[in-house]
């Protein structure tokens, strides 16, 4: 099976390609293939998006980067809604870390944050020897990644897929959701790095098998045929800057003709604010929310995604009569 060719070789094929030239960081796009039964996705982050989102939180290397897997997979999974909202890709369980969670809006706008005990991750860290931690050893035995789909219609409800966390890899652990609760065939690939300027890149792709049908007729050795392609697929292709996102669709998809279409930017850009802020804490006791209450009559919040500070008048959210 051939996988690598050159730029001239791709000329003298004619290879259905789109024309976009989209930035090397901060989107994401879909792509197709003529002769293979997939449909997929690519994303890069980087100097606009993710590498802010963990600058700011200054995590552990190892947490920021599975920190940024769950921002890559909610952009892989959430690009593709049909209508406006946001998903989380949100883990929890009762290890060193407690919580974990990415986001993208469908205005391209991606946030994140995590909870952790910093005694117990330095002492996973001394164990693995700076290897990076399975998630088993991240969330404990119970732990759960909870896929959450809230779309903008308040007459909606949230949706919420869940599946334990088994697997090595926040990838595996997602294709398994896939596989149990959508009973649909994907292979996804993740990979988050910081360079030696502090900057972080990451790069993610995932392909989804097409069902059979009079058209396509079997879709199973075409469906085999992507998933050896794209297991040749290395960590450091996904988020190089030196490789452009188009050329590596090419390199893996060549051989069938491989369309990838217009990019979509994306940003660091936390959708926090007062509004919906008085919002939720209207939603509580107005005995808790004046036990809160600092003693100039506000309450200071702070966003765990972007650690914007609110100060918010308590009567504000109570009523003054109350």
């Not at 976009?20 to 293939?33: H, I, K």
């Not at 995590?114 to 002492?123: D, L, T």
């Not at 199973?220 to 292709?237: K, Q, S, Y």
Request: hydrophobic residues 35%.
């Amino acid at each position: 099976m051939h996988r690598h060719m050159t730029r001239e070789d791709e000329r003298q094929r004619g290879l259905k390609v789109s024309s976009v030239s989209p930035a090397q960081d901060d989107f994401v796009a879909a792509f197709t293939s003529d002769a293979l039964p997939i449909t997929g996705r690519i994303v890069r982050m980087g100097p606009r998006s993710l590498s802010p989102i963990l600058q700011r939180h200054a995590y552990p290397d190892h947490l920021g980067e599975i920190l940024g897997e769950a921002v890559l997979l909610s952009t892989l999974i959430g690009s593709a809604m049909k209508f406006q909202g946001r998903i989380l890709a949100q883990a929890e369980g009762d290890g060193p870390v407690s919580m974990l969670v990415g986001e993208y809006s469908t205005d391209g706008s991606v946030r994140a944050y995590s909870r952790f005990e910093a005694e117990r991750w330095a002492y996973l860290e001394k164990v693995n020897r700076g290897e990076k931690p399975h998630m088993p050893q991240l969330f404990g035995p119970q732990g759960a990644l909870a896929l959450i789909i809230i779309q903008d219609n308040r007459n909606v409800q949230p949706y919420q897929g869940i599946v334990p966390l088994m697997k090595g890899s926040l990838a595996e652990c997602a294709e398994d959701y896939f596989h149990q609760s959508q009973q649909v065939q994907t292979c996804l690939a993740l990979s988050v790095k910081r360079d030696a300027a502090g900057e972080w890149h990451a790069g993610g792709m995932m392909i989804q098998k097409m069902a059979s049908d009079d058209a396509r007729g079997d879709t199973d050795d075409g469906w085999r045929e992507a998933m050896a392609l794209f297991n040749t697929l290395e960590a450091d292709e996904l988020c190089s800057e030196e490789l452009p996102a188009q050329d590596l669709l090419y390199r893996l998809f060549h051989e069938g003709g491989v369309r990838m279409q217009s990019p979509e930017p994306l940003d660091d850009n936390c959708t926090c604010n007062e509004e919906r802020l008085r919002h939720t804490l209207s939603g509580m006791p107005d005995e808790s929310l004046r036990e809160m209450a600092e003693e100039d009559g506000t309450l200071g919040i702070d966003c765990q995604f972007c650690a914007r500070h609110y100060d918010i008048p308590v009567d504000a959210v109570t009523g003054a009569t109350n």
